[in-house]
């Protein structure tokens, strides 16, 4: 039976998150925006002591609500608060139950920590077949050699924290993708490096930075899935599995942003005796109202693609062409609905005083990262046309 | 409880429909576009697959199913992939008897619904749209004016079926306020113009119609003295033409699809290349995406909830859907889509006539 009622329960939870954002993170949030860097460490206190609630390790579609909600207050400190993050999913994905005792219990207990997961190189990002990084066997030990970038919550998982990192690398650079496995790495792992943190357009509270490893020795159980080079795509379904959680999830985190700049729109213009007036023929819009019209159903309906593909997920349903068309209209839809806020207000989008232009930096990353907005309209379109990789470049 | 899946009653239903739409309308749809005309079988066939007295009350002859625009979003969504004229013909009698279900007065039940429930196809419609360029159905044009029972004098176009309906609601301004009024067949001061003829659905009968003093009974009025739930219709109506914009995308995202697989230009398939490739992904993304948002508007509706802003949102998101999409199928196909043996160039045609086509179906 098609239903889009929510029970009360998964409501509360989701006003929960709603008021977290209202209250800890929209007031800081041009603060963060504006010093780069600097620990939010009350959010950051705030958000692990209610690490029970489930705000950021919320899984399923409430999950995602929720995460939308968080979003809607602050895309950066969302993304900065403590949890297992990326890497904390790559583990839940494709590790065994004891891998998950060993390196996500910790999210459960002692001080705040984070996961981060690194899979880009200076020389590669979206095609993660060229990646460089290796693995290389010695007895009951992995060393793991090579430079990985834009790690988000790299310097807090690994420099501020005991958390984990989850490292792509080849382990059979003849074999190419059936080569390719991931590695959990802890913090404090000699071999591994934080170094350059990234100054960024926006999500400037949370951070980005690139991590080396110089020999850095791993024990061999670190290893997520077979250590063998077995089929053509066998390294690769780990990633893919993933991706089927995590891509919704950042959709889930550009629509939150989104609907912050589109409440905020409605609100300006409420405040100038403007009401949009949905109930009239085309000939007798606004600009504005059309605009407005397109803006908010934009977003209705790259919410609803996000929700179903997190629906499937939960209903044991595969997801993976849902997963990669709502993180494809989800990022696009970002786009266009907070650079068309920005433009709309005119001097008010663009001032610093308001948060307009700042929801549209936050929200631009969206279609980058977890696969650009291409990258995914390529999976969709291989998927629709029954092509391989091979067929559809 | 969350869910995108139909009910198993919905399913079967979906399920019939879309094997009469392959078997049956895709067979005739082009033959029926260039002719003008749609074979009394074929309606006759739909029928009998009974879609349309489904939601009739059973004391008045119909099978008594509970009405549900949700149900009706996704079996228009069947048919129109079928063909679009084909499917606004074969549903044209609910624009008659819909809003009497839903908001007519027992009497105006008793004498109008049994009409259409008998073994053949029988044709009631509705006169909302007027043939102006600054169309609007909460300032019409076509005024009602009390005096004993009602005068109507207006214009009207895009009638689809005026000629052999039975009778025809004919949507007026009385006051500040948009009703439905009544009119019988033959009624004294109606009078149905040519034929039409659009750019697309050719092969749907639609009229001109005016109205010069047409006294019709105060008892003709829909509701009765206090009227019908005006935006309640246009609602029904917005999520239908949706789900109607939704199976013409469909169409021809399936058809380019497979064409794209097919055809060779530079020594391999041109869905080889992103150019192509995108533009079939864009496809898919946004037909499941007005297809969603319309869903949740006729699932509100369903809920008797106020759901205007969503209907607007659904049906403004699927006007452009459909005309991003249909204009993509010949686009895929290149100078074989501009030609008539395929059939993309008649759905681009018909993809463009969503804008226009206010109240021309309801679920
Ligand atoms: C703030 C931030 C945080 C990040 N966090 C992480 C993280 O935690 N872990 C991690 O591993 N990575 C992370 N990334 C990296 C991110 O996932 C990559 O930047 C992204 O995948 C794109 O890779 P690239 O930058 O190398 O661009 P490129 O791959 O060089 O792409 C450049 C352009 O070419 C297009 N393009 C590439 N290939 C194709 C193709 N086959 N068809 C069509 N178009 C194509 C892309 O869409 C893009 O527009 C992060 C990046 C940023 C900016």
Redesign the pocket.
Known sequence: MIDFELTAEEKAKIDEAHEVALKYFRPVSRYYDEHEHEEPQDIIDFMWSNRSKGFVTGLGVVGAMMVEELCWGDAGLYLASPGP??GGAAVFAAGTQEQWRKFLARFGEGKPKWG??????P??????SAIQATATRDGDFWVLNGE???????HRALDLSEGIIVV?ASIDKSAGRAGMKSFVVEAGTPGMKVEKK?K????KA?D?VTVTFDNCRIPFGNILGKAEVKSKTEGFKGAMATFDVTRPMVAAQALGVTRAALDMLRDEIDKQGIKIRYDLPRSKQTALEHDFIEMEANLRAAHLLMIRAMWQLGSGLSNALEASMSKAKAGRAATLITQRAVELMGPLGYSRKYLFEKFMRDAK?ND????????N??VVARRVLGFTRDQL? | MLSFSPSEEQQMIVNTVKQFANDVMRKKFRECDEEGQIPAEIINTAWELGLVVSCIPEEYGGAGWEHSALTGTLLAEELAWGDLSMAMHILSPWLGVLPIVEMGTSEQKKKYLPAVCGGKFTAATAALIEPRFDFDHNDLGTIAKKNGGYVLNGEKCFVPLAQDAAFTLVYAGEGNASQCFIVDKGAKGLKIGEREKNMGIKALATYELSLKDCKVPAEHKLGGEKGCDFKRLTNLSRVALAALAVGVARGSFEFSRDYARERYAFGEPIGSR?AIA?MLADMAIEIDAARLLNWEAAWLLDKKAEATRECCLAKAYADNMVMLCTDYGVQVMGGHGYVRDNPVELWFRNGRGFVAFTGMAIV
């Open positions: 993050g990326l981060a997961m690194a899979m880009t190189e020389g590669c990002g979206s095609d993660t990985k970038i834009f790690v988000t919550m790299g792509w990234e960024k357009l926006g999500i949370s980005t990353i980058i990262f977890e696969g650009t907005g291409q990258i309209t390529l470049k | 992103q995108f």
